[in-house]
């Protein structure tokens, strides 16, 4: 698969107190076409940070970002951790926002509507973020990302703040919504098993810098994703 995104040498450091903090430490990786890519790590590894600086959100300290020239991949879509609704509008207009003003209103109303649908916040359309729960704030959150007409697709722990069964149900959407429109993805989560049912790449990342790179194979017996998991914890850990 082509690359569409090749990160190299990329250092990010923070002045605390004087002194240099390096958030990212000389981070390389490759992440090709139509991949969905998985970032775990423990809390203050540099996932937030990495995300960020691949978003544009933030500058790099050195280091470089290659992205595929021609592709839309240069205005990335951003899922936060929290889902970031504007409070004054409706669940149907911040999932429009994006693209308000820039497609003709017949497909712009199509397309929130599918997105509705695939989101299961048909019925709460019309509901304004402060009536609806932290779960469907953030299905939201994804429609407005899945409506915008880019290639990347940057999401850091979107789905924490679900409970067990509305994650689970959102995950096997998410897997189904990637393999169907070949677009790439990078999704960090600090749930080991998120990030293996999701990912075909697993990306261990630990002080700034990636310790390891997991394969997930795409038909695996339960033994092996468990191996696996064990692995990735283990290096994790280590
Ligand atoms: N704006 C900032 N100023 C100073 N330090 C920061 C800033 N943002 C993040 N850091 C530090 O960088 C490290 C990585 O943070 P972050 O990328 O948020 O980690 P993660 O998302 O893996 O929890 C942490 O030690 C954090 O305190
Ligand atoms: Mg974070």
Do not use: C
């Amino acid at each position: 698969m082509q690359p569409v995104l090749k990160i190299s040498n990329l250092t990010k450091e923070y002045q605390l107190d004087g002194t240099a903090f390096r958030a990212l430490n000389e981070i390389k990786l490759t992440i090709p076409a139509g991949s969905f890519t998985t970032v775990v790590g423990k809390s203050g590894s540099g996932k937030t940070t990495l995300l960020r600086i691949i978003a544009g959100l933030e500058k790099a300290t050195t280091g470089e970002i290659n992205y595929l020239s021609g592709s839309s991949v240069q205005r990335p879509a951003f899922v936060f951790q929290e889902a970031r609704l504007l409070p004054w509008l409706t669940v149907e207009q911040n999932i429009a926002f994006p693209l308000q003003g820039k497609l003709e209103q017949v497909e712009l109303s199509q397309r929130v509507k599918r997105q509705l649908q695939l989101l299961g916040l048909t019925e709460f359309a019309a509901a304004y973020p402060a009536q609806i729960s932290g779960g469907m704030a953030q299905r939201a959150a994804l429609g407005r990302a899945l409506i915008y007409e880019t290639d990347l697709i940057l999401m850091d722990e979107p789905l924490g703040a679900l409970d067990a069964f509305n994650r689970r149900k959102l995950q096997e959407e998410l897997q189904t919504i990637f393999a169907a429109n070949q677009k790439t993805v990078i999704f960090v989560t600090h749930d080991v098993e998120e990030a293996i049912f999701l990912g075909e790449k697993v990306i261990v990342l630990d002080e700034g810098q990636i310790l390891a790179e997991f394969k997930v194979p795409i038909t695996a017996e339960n033994s092996q994703l468990f191996t696996l998991k064990e692995n990735i914890i283990t290096s994790i850990n280590s």
